[in-house]
């Protein structure tokens, strides 16, 4: 008996880990776990890559090392497609058949069919999308020292960041404070006093689905610091030199960082699976894929809705968690021939970095902010990064940054 999970992420390595403790060699079953990196990303922490504020290497948890201990395999390959009708998943060298399968391929990211939007923004997805924006923004200061036009210069230094969830706000907060605190110092010839630093959101408020007290708070802090919020700002299209609006307008910018909307790993799209509106695959109680017994679907690609909820559960990295560690039980249920139990979402509570010694959270069934929040935020953060060796390094870099200074090197 083979049992497949496509995607290493929070939701099939959880599945993955889960499965192999539980399973202990029983049954003859072998579980194999197959991602195209050699990593597991911590995004949470994905903003701080393009800001300076860790090093990516920190953030990416080494797969192999978890082989050392643990009875699983693992293919580092790209998933071509997958074909449920033969069960088996395609590999650009071979095909892996299955008995059991898990999907966790997590999300793209989704410009919802704005012009030019993919040729002339800049995602924040993966390690490598990270790097590239943090060297674009070092390279603008680089230029702006050495251009001599006051207006010219200004153009150069302008920033924005598209989306007023969660990642845009953290983002834009900690763009902020590098421009201003870091920056500055290293470029003083490029008048960083000339640099815009905005953020743009459809609709009139900040971080959709949280509490809304907690988008209020975050507003104020952005604008508190200088942020500048384009708030009920509707994109409409892109070219070279910044963003048009609903409203008419073209907003000149040198970078445009796409923090705004995913949607299901592409590989879901040709599988004929009933799915939601946003493209994701609709799965029952036991997150199992209906009609295709012995296949399940975990984590960004997944809309599970709970008993009397009226919408899926969002795509967070603790509802994948959640989630890959709910299917591994009731893989081993099943194989011990026990009833499978119905998939419950536990709400932890939200947290929100707003940039030095700020956040906002909601713990505890309270709402507060401020330096206490942030502490919170990083104390909880950092026991949630995987691996001790990762821990330590990002204490680390979080050392260095507050008493010295981050990483601005702009490494080729
Ligand atoms: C910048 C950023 C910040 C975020 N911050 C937070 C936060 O603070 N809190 C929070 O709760 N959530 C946050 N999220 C959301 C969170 O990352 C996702 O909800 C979570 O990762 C979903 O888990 P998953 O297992 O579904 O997918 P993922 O964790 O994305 O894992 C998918 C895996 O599949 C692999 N994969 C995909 N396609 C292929 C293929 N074709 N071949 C081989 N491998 C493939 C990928 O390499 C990846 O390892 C953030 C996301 C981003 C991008």
């Not at 580092?76 to 008995?99: G, R």
């Not at 995602?123 to 020292?145: C, G, H, L, S, W």
């Not at 900690?174 to 421009?179: I, R």
């Not at 081993?332 to 021939?337: N, W």
Request: charge should be neutral.
């Amino acid at each position: 008996m083979r049992i497949v999970i496509l995607g290493a992420g929070f939701g099939g390595l959880t599945a993955c880990l889960e499965l192999v403790d539980r399973l202990k060699s029983r049954w003859g079953v072998e579980v194999v776990l197959v991602d195209r990196h050699p990593y597991h990303l911590f995004t949470p922490l994905l903003f701080q890559v393009v800001t300076g504020g860790v090093d990516p290497g920190h953030i990416a948890h080494p797969i192999r090392w978890l082989l050392r201990d643990r009875r699983f395999q693992f293919y580092e390959s790209e998933i071509k497609a997958i074909d449920l009708a033969c069960k088996k998943v395609v590999l650009p060298t071979m095909e892996l058949t299955y008995d059991i399968l898990v999907i966790g391929l997590g999300s793209t990211t989704n410009f919802f069919g704005v012009p030019k939007a993919e040729n002339y923004s800049f995602p924040v997805k993966t390690v490598r999308e990270a790097v590239a924006i943090k060297n674009r923004i070092i390279d603008a200061f680089r230029q702006a020292e050495l251009e001599p036009n006051d207006e010219a210069r200004r153009r150069i230094l302008s920033f924005a960041v598209v989306g007023g969830g969660a990642t845009g706000v953290e983002l834009v907060a900690s763009l902020y404070d590098l421009v201003h605190m870091v920056l500055a110092k290293d470029y003083p010839r490029a008048r960083p006093e000339d640099t815009r630093v905005c953020l743009i959101e459809a609709t009139n408020s900040l971080l959709g689905g949280m509490d809304p007290k907690m988008g209020e708070i975050a507003m104020q802090s952005l604008q508190n610091r200088g942020v500048r919020l384009h708030l009920g700002c509707r994109i409409v299209g892109m070219d070279n030199e910044g963003v048009h609006t609903a409203d008419g307008q073209h907003l000149q910018y040198r970078l445009v960082i796409w923090a705004s909307g995913i949607r299901p790993s592409p590989l879901v799209e040709p599988l004929a699976l009933e799915k939601a509106r946003d493209g994701r695959i609709i799965v029952g109680p036991y997150l199992d894929v209906p009609q295709w017994p012995g296949v399940y679907a975990v984590g960004d690609l997944a809309a599970y809705t709970e008993p009397g909820a009226a919408r899926p559960l969002p795509a967070k990295a603790a509802v994948a968690e959640q989630q890959g560690r709910s299917v591994a039980r009731n893989i081993v249920h099943i194989l011990a021939d026990e009833d499978p139990e119905t998939f419950r979402y536990k709400y932890q509570g939200d947290l929100v970095a707003l940039g030095r010694d700020a956040a906002v959270a909601k713990l505890f069934g309270r709402s507060f902010n401020g330096f206490v929040a942030w502490i919170f935020w990083r104390a909880i953060h950092l026991q949630k990064v995987p691996g001790f060796r990762n821990r330590m390094s990002v204490a680390q870099d979080w050392s260095f940054d507050y008493v010295l200074r981050r990483d601005t090197m702009h490494l080729e």
